[in-house]
């Protein structure tokens, strides 16, 4: 178990995902700051976990968190006017969200939680699974007119199918909470296979989404 800064917003960050911020909330600012003044005893990493009910602005918007979220490593801190910054972080391991730090005495909520293993599942299938669903990413990057670029490990893969595949909350939370590789290659290769259908039936295909920038 350990302790975990939390910064809920309406979107999945995946493990290698890239999370671009404009941070202003006065809670937030001050994660910020406890990250920065922290790292030379820890690496700044905070917590994000994708809002289940209610919204990211507001000291009462959320009311209620996804139970798997995703470690952010902050690797760029830009200053702006006005107690505005601009950060990038970068998705590191899964978590599951054990409790709400109640006795934390910070203006953020500040969590335990317990770091997720990645077991792969049986080799084999992963190595099929990944084959078949590199071909269905190339396929629908082809139909958008993008270039595909896929990771060449099956573990980074499966979390990749958003940057190509344009994907809602729910269905990124599930690929974020599936237990294993395996299980996450073939839920991503149902979604994609789903979205090609889509795209086939509607006479187009949507563009999958820039990398998220929250206005906190």
């Known amino acids: 178990m350990a302790i975990l800064p939390l910064f809920p917003l309406g979107t999945v960050l995946m493990p290698g995902g890239r999370l671009p911020l404009q941070i202003f909330e006065p809670r937030y600012v001050q994660l910020l700051r406890d990250l920065l003044d922290g790292q030379d005893e820890r690496s700044p990493v905070f917590g ?28 760029q801190a830009a200053a ?6 601009l950060v990038v972080s970068e998705g590191t391991d899964r978590f ?3 409790a709400i730090d109640e006795s934390a005495d910070t203006p953020y909520t500040t969590a335990r939680v317990t770091w997720l293993t990645e077991p792969d599942g049986d080799p084999a299938t992963v190595l099929d699974l990944a084959a078949r669903l590199r071909a269905e990413l190339t396929a629908f990057a082809d139909a958008t007119g993008q270039v595909p670029e896929f990771p060449a490990d099956d573990r980074s893969l499966a979390y990749a199918v ?18 294993d590789t395996e299980s996450r290659l073939r839920l991503g290769l149902q ?24 206005l906190n």
């Open 48 to 75: 994000v976990v994708a809002i289940r009910e209610g919204f990211e602005v507001g000291e009462d918007g959320v009311r209620a968190l996804h139970p798997v979220g995703c470690g952010a490593l902050l690797t």
């Open 80 to 85: 702006l006017e006005g107690e505005r910054f």
């Open 96 to 98: 599951r969200l054990d």
């Open 162 to 179: 958003p940057d190509t595949v344009s994907l809602d909350v729910a269905d990124r939370q599930r690929l974020l909470s599936s237990s």
């Open 191 to 214: 979604l994609v296979r789903r979205e090609r259908e889509f795209a086939s039936a509607l006479g187009a295909v949507a563009r999958a989404p820039l990398p998220p920038f929250s």
